[in-house]
């Protein structure tokens, strides 16, 4: 079966049978319903980690005070957990900038040409297979295991998820639009830039948040694998020598990055796409 494949639209469409606010579970639905469950969630979470983390070993775990003790130390004493983040935020812009610039114009390109998307699309389905950590001794030796190897991880991470979902965005739009720019005697790069890329941009940003997910993955791969540099080398050291409460404080930033990346992303969704309003209302209702 073919990776890059057309969603139908009733994928789009709003799940029947949603109760409306006022129905029932009503106050849970609300804003301040919602975050006073996150909220309480998160308390109980917390405890559980104190009680469970003070009572047992610490090289094997350590409580959240522990941690939090060890997240002040690192980001106000020397070395701080600043210059890594950073090192691992240059990797990653750079990377996915190249994967969103590369596979955006090829996913569009194949979804509007069958004669393209018949040249590509079985390698595009081979490597998107293919786990990204498959590729590590490959590009080390290409790339050794500098700046330049993990910006190779994270283009390879993003551009297969932009091209896949360009594709089935450019496949999915009407063809009746395409039709009516024709008729007004649009030229085909104006109906690209007015009617197919608009049109695709839902699953464009679809696409953006695997990619996104993937190339911070990738990062952290590839510092953990590499030069033992930013977030990922400081998860290495920290757990070769037993400090386990250090080293869970670079992994609780990735994950915090994470979620902020998913967050934007939808966020982005819903301001550039207001036209796609099942997901946007979804949105608001888990914001």
């Known amino acids: 079966m073919s990776v890059i494949s057309t969603p139908t639209p009733e994928t789009w469409r709003r799940r029947p049978g949603r109760r409306g606010r006022g129905g029932r579970g009503g106050f849970l639905r609300t804003r301040t319903g919602t975050w006073l469950v996150r909220a309480v969630t998160f308390a109980v979470v917390i405890g559980v980690w104190q009680v469970y983390g003070s009572a047992v070993n610490r090289a094997l775990f350590a409580p959240a005070s522990a941690v939090a003790a060890a997240a002040i130390d690192q980001l106000t004493g020397h070395p701080s957990i600043l210059e890594p983040l950073v090192t691992s935020f240059a990797a990653f812009f750079l990377g996915t900038g190249i994967g969103v610039l590369v596979g955006i114009p090829l ?11 018949f040249v590509l699309d079985p390698y595009v389905t081979f490597l998107y297979v293919i786990p990204s950590v498959a590729f590590v001794p490959l590009f080390v030796l290409w790339f050794g295991f500098d700046f330049k190897f993990q910006t190779a ?8 998820p932009m091209m896949i979902n360009a594709a089935a965005g450019a496949k999915n739009v ?3 639009l395409v039709d009516g720019g024709r008729s007004f005697g649009a030229s085909q790069w104006q109906i690209m830039r007015t009617i197919i890329l608009p049109g695709s941009l839902p699953l464009v940003f679809a696409g953006l948040r695997i990619a996104f997910s993937s190339a911070w993955v990738g990062v952290v791969v590839a510092q953990m694998t590499g030069a033992l540099t930013g977030l990922g080398g400081l998860i290495k050291i920290y757990s070769t020598t037993f400090q386990t409460a250090n080293m869970l404080v670079p992994i609780l930033v990735i994950m915090a ?4 990346i998913h967050a934007l992303t ?11 309003q099942p997901d946007a209302e979804m949105s608001e209702e888990n914001a």
Request: cysteine-free; hydrophobic content about 50%.
């Open 107 to 117: 996913g569009l390109l194949v979804g509007r040409s069958r004669s393209v998307e």
């Open 153 to 160: 991880l994270v283009v390879e991470s993003t551009i297969f």
């Open 174 to 176: 009407e063809a009746d």
């Open 257 to 260: 990055v994470g979620v902020l």
């Open 266 to 276: 939808s966020r982005l969704l819903v301001r550039l796409t207001p036209w796609h």
